[in-house]
C-alpha cells in the first residue's frame, strides 16, 4: 500500500531584538528618559526593554560617557557651592570620590563634548531634549525634577511619605529619610523623631505631598475625592499644616538645599481656595526661593456625587520646586543692589549721619539668640559671665582709645589688645553682633560693585580681575570671568581656578599680587571698597553702626594666614567651648545661623595678631564716613601699576573734592 508522506514546512518568526524601535515607541521613550538613571532604570521608567533602550540610544546617537562626565561635573560645582570653605580632600571624602576627580571638576567650565556626531541629554538647546512643565505621570515630574535641580536620581527626605505611591511602580528610586505624621511602612520615622536623626543645615533636598483637601461642611454628602484621598477638618488646619510642615523643610535643609512641593486647589461648598497661591506666597515668607512648577494633569477625572456644577473641576495639581536661600531680600534691596548715581558722592557730615534713617537699627536688626544661657554646661556659663565682666571693665579704656589716620599700616603685622582698644571681628559676612549683621566679606554677593559700567555682585572678582597681564590671552580670561555666572558670582571658585592654578601663571602679574609686596594692591583694593561705600547704603549703614574708634578685624582660617586678617589664640579657644555647647543645647549643626552667631558671644579676650589689610581698609572706610571726607587714595601709585582693564589700561583721576575716577584708556 502506498505510503502518502506530507511534508510540512512551518516558518517561525522570531522578534528580532536588535530591530530598531518604531517611531512611536521612540517618542514615548524620549519623553521619558532621564540620563541621571541607568540604561535598566530606564527601561523600566520608559516601559520598554533593555535592548529598546539601547537601540533608542544608537539611534539618537546619545553620548553616554559624555553625560557621566557631565553629572560629576554637575554634582561636585554644585556641593562646592554650599561648601566652599572645604578643601578638595574633604569634599572627595563626602562625596565619596578620589582628590583626583574632584580636582579635574571643580571650578572647571561645563566639560566639552569631545564627539561632534554625538548629541548629550543635557544639552537643553535641543528641542528634543527640552523638559516640559507639562505632564500626566508624576513619576517622570519627579525624576525630571531630579535631573533639573537635584543632580541625583532620589531625594534625601520624604517628610509624607504615607505608603509611598510615588516610588511603588520603582520609576523613582526610594528617599534615603522616610518620615510621615502616621508611619504605614516599617521603615517609615514618625515626625517626632526628625530632630533626633536629622541635624538641622543637613539635607540636599525634602519632598512634601500633603492632602489638599477640606472635609468641612461635607457630612450628608461626601465628594468621592475625600473618600479616597485624606483631608483637612477646616482651611485653617490646612494652612497650619503647609506652614508647619514648609518652616521644617526650610530648617533641615542645607544652604541652595531644594524643597519640592505637591499641592492642588480646592474648593469649599462652591467657594475657590487656591492653596497653591497660599503656598507660595508662605514659601516666599519663610525664605525659599521658588524655581521652577511643573504641572500634573490627571485625565481620569474624580467626579463628585453632585449633577450640577458651579465651577470647573480641577483635574490638574503642582509641583512646586523652592530653593533656601539665605537671605530674601525686599523689592526695595533688589532694585537698589546696583543703584544709578547721577550726582556723585560728597560726603556725610555729622547730621547727615544723624538723620540717615537710624542707621545702626534700620533694616539690619535682628532678633537675639534664642536658646536658655542657664542651659549651658558650666564652663561655657563661666566664660560669658567672665565676657561680660570684662565688657564692662574694658569700656573705659575703649573710651580713650582713638583711632586716627596714623593708626594704619597696611606693611606690617599689628596687634590689637581686646582691653585697650574694640575690636569688630567678622568672617566670610555671616555673623551678627548686637543684632548687627556683619556682611563685610569681599566673597559677599549681598553688596555689588560697578566699575565702569561692568556691575559685579561682590568686590572679591574685580579685585581679582587686575592680576592679569595684558596680552590676548590674559583678555580672553578677564572675559571668561566676568561671562561666567559662576566665576562672576563666586569669588572661591573664580580664584581656584585662575588666581591659584599653575596653568595660569605666565597670564598673572608679578607675584607682588599674591605677597602684596606693592602698595598698589591696596590702594586698588582700597577704591573698590570706597566704590562699594558709595553705591549701597546698607553697607555704609553697617560700617556707621559700628563704633567709630572701633577697629574691624577679618578673622583669618588659621593663624599662619594673617596677611589680609588676624588670629586671636585665646579667644578662639573660649568660643570653641561656647560653641559646642550651643550646639549640645540647641541640637543645632554648625552651619545654623544660631551656631554661626554663637561665635560672637565672646569678642572681649585676648590679642589679635596680624597685618590686617581687609580690616584696616575697611576701618579707613569708616573713619572718613564719620568724618565726612572721601577716603585717601594714592592715584599715582594706581597710575604707575597700569591696570589691565579688558584690553585697556585703567587711568585714575582725584577731583577737587578728593573723590577718586576711573577711566578705560587704550594701552
Request: glycine content about 6%; overall charge positive; proline content about 2%.
Amino acid at each position: 500500500m502506498p505510503i502518502l508522506v506530507v511534508t510540512i514546512v512551518c516558518t517561525i518568526f522570531v522578534k528580532d531584538k536588535s530591530k530598531p524601535i518604531s517611531n512611536a515607541m521612540n517618542k514615548g521613550i524620549n519623553d521619558k528618559y532621564n540620563p541621571y538613571l541607568s540604561i535598566k532604570e530606564n527601561a523600566e521608567l520608559c516601559n520598554s526593554s533593555i535592548a529598546g533602550i539601547r537601540s533608542f540610544i544608537q539611534k539618537k546617537g546619545i553620548d553616554r560617557r559624555y553625560d557621566e562626565k557631565f553629572k560629576m561635573w554637575k554634582r561636585i560645582n554644585r556641593f562646592y557651592e554650599s561648601h566652599q570653605d572645604y578643601s578638595a580632600y574633604r569634599i572627595a571624602k563626602e562625596l565619596g570620590l578620589s582628590q583626583t576627580t574632584i580636582k579635574k571638576y571643580l571650578g572647571t567650565e561645563k566639560p566639552s563634548q569631545i564627539n561632534p556626531y554625538k548629541t548629550s541629554k543635557f544639552d537643553r538647546t535641543k528641542l528634543t531634549n527640552n523638559i516640559l512643565s507639562v505632564n500626566n505621570n508624576q513619576q517622570v515630574i519627579l525624576n525630571n525634577i531630579l535631573s533639573l535641580h537635584i543632580d541625583t536620581n532620589h531625594f534625601d527626605c520624604d517628610l509624607t511619605f504615607s505608603k509611598g505611591v510615588f516610588y511603588k511602580k520603582g520609576i523613582v528610586k526610594p528617599p534615603t529619610l522616610k518620615f510621615d505624621l502616621h508611619p504605614q511602612t516599617e521603615d517609615t520615622l514618625g515626625l517626632d523623631k526628625i530632630d533626633e536623626v536629622v541635624k538641622d543645615g543637613a539635607l540636599s533636598s525634602i519632598i512634601i505631598d500633603l492632602p489638599f483637601v477640606v472635609k468641612q461642611d461635607w457630612v450628608s454628602v461626601k465628594p468621592l475625592i475625600i473618600e479616597r484621598f485624606n483631608g483637612f477638618d477646616s482651611v485653617e488646619e490646612l494652612k497650619a499644616a503647609n506652614n508647619t510642615m514648609m518652616v521644617l523643610a526650610y530648617r533641615k535643609l542645607k544652604r541652595n538645599g531644594v524643597l519640592v512641593m505637591k499641592t492642588q486647589d480646592t474648593s469649599i461648598q462652591g467657594k475657590q481656595f487656591w492653596t497653591s497661591q497660599f503656598v507660595l506666597n508662605l514659601a516666599d515668607e519663610i525664605g525659599f526661593q521658588h524655581i521652577d512648577t511643573f504641572i500634573l494633569v490627571n485625565n481620569q477625572l474624580l467626579f463628585t456625587k453632585h449633577s450640577l456644577q458651579h465651577i470647573a473641576r480641577k483635574n490638574h495639581s503642582y509641583f512646586f520646586v523652592f530653593r533656601k536661600t539665605t537671605k530674601t531680600l525686599s523689592k526695595r534691596e533688589q532694585e537698589s543692589t546696583f543703584p544709578v548715581h547721577s550726582s556723585g558722592f560728597y560726603g556725610f557730615n555729622e547730621q547727615d549721619i544723624n538723620q540717615e534713617e537710624n542707621v545702626p537699627q534700620k533694616g539690619r536688626k535682628r532678633s537675639e539668640i534664642k536658646f536658655d544661657k542657664d542651659n549651658l554646661n558650666e564652663s561655657s556659663k563661666q566664660i560669658l559671665q567672665a565676657e561680660a565682666q570684662r565688657t564692662e571693665a574694658y569700656k573705659k579704656n575703649w573710651a580713650s582709645a582713638i583711632i586716627s589716620w596714623d593708626s594704619f599700616d597696611l606693611l606690617k603685622e599689628h596687634t590689637y589688645d581686646t582691653k585697650d582698644i574694640e575690636c569688630w571681628s567678622f568672617s566670610k559676612g555671616k555673623g551678627h553682633r548686637n543684632g548687627i549683621k556683619l556682611v563685610l566679606g569681599n566673597m559677599s554677593n549681598d553688596y555689588g560693585v560697578e566699575i565702569l559700567g561692568i556691575k559685579f555682585p561682590n568686590s572679591e572678582v574685580p579685585f581679582q580681575l587686575a592680576d592679569f597681564k595684558n596680552d590676548e590671552a590674559s583678555i580672553n580670561i578677564q572675559k571668561e570671568i566676568i561671562n561666567s555666572k559662576t566665576y562672576l558670582t563666586n569669588g572661591y571658585i573664580m580664584k581656584h581656578k585662575f588666581c591659584n592654578e599653575r596653568d595660569y601663571v605666565e597670564n598673572r602679574r608679578d607675584i607682588e599680587f599674591d605677597l602684596g609686596s606693592d602698595t598698589w594692591c591696596y590702594e586698588w583694593m582700597k577704591w573698590i571698597i570706597w566704590e562699594k561705600v558709595k553705591q549701597n547704603k546698607g553697607f555704609r549703614d553697617i560700617l556707621l553702626s559700628i563704633p567709630k574708634n572701633a577697629m574691624i578685624i577679618e578673622k583669618a582660617q588659621h593663624k599662619n594666614d594673617v596677611q589680609w586678617g588676624a588670629w586671636n589664640e585665646e579667644l578662639m579657644k573660649e568660643r570653641k567651648i561656647v560653641i559646642n555647647a550651643v550646639k549640645a543645647v540647641t541640637g543645632k549643626g554648625k552651619t545654623s545661623q544660631v551656631i554661626i552667631d554663637a561665635h560672637f558671644l565672646i569678642n572681649n579676650k585676648g590679642i589679635w595678631k596680624g597685618i590686617n589689610k581687609m580690616g584696616q581698609i575697611l576701618t579707613m572706610a569708616k573713619l572718613a564716613l564719620y568724618e565726612g571726607i572721601n577716603l585717601p587714595i594714592e592715584v599715582e601709585i594706581l597710575n604707575k601699576a597700569n591696570i589691565c582693564w579688558f584690553g585697556d589700561i585703567l587711568r585714575f583721576i582725584k577731583d577737587k573734592d578728593g573723590s577718586v575716577r576711573a577711566e578705560a584708556v587704550k594701552a
